[in-house]
């Protein structure tokens, strides 16, 4: 089945967690164990594991409790996997085909979809002529299009002259030509491309750097 129910990915995180920390497996010990078998049958017998998924909720935000404790066993145990996509072109229909069931891969689909505000400062040394230079840190997300000039022209009225905004827009580089045969369909990179959008006088324009 492919998509994403973070409640209930939330729920059965959680635990996951308790379990392992009711078997002593949040420790040193049980994570340089290599062999699948010892690993399953680990049980200290600690019983810590409401004790831990409150420390974890009190301490931990969203990033950081799916970056400590969305491991492989996780994944495994519920039998996750990041999915793929694909046309098939002789139906014209898209094809959905399990990409990794690697704990890094869903774990870094699953933080790309959590919510995070876009850092963006002034830069006053590049601001001139009464204009004002909005810098944003790039943090491997791009800002959502559809909102850069309904946002710089409100920018724009309440400065009071021309808005200047600069970001990261993602740049697809298409995937080399190849004659193997393979399920999987060639898939290009991404690149990052400095550039910055200008609103003046309700007017959106875009250059890059």
Known sequence: RVGMNPY???MRLFGHIEEQADKGRIS?????MTDSGSRKRFDSGASAGKEFIFKVRENLCDYLFLKNHLDQDFIDKHKLFVAGKRLDQQRMVWQYYVKSRKA???KQMVQDT???PPVISVDQSKG???SLY????FEGKQLVQEYIANTMVGIEYLWGGP??????????IPAPATTAKTDQPPEGEIAWQRVVFSMNGRVLSKKKL
């Open 128 to 130: 001139i002529q009464g």
């Open 104 to 106: 890094g891969d869903y």
């Open 28 to 32: 040193f010990d049980f994570q340089r």
């Open 134 to 137: 909005l810098t944003h840190k």
């Open 8 to 10: 209930a990915l939330g």
């Open 163 to 172: 808005v200047h905004l600069e970001t990261s827009e993602a740049q697809l």
């Open 114 to 116: 959590l919510y995070h």
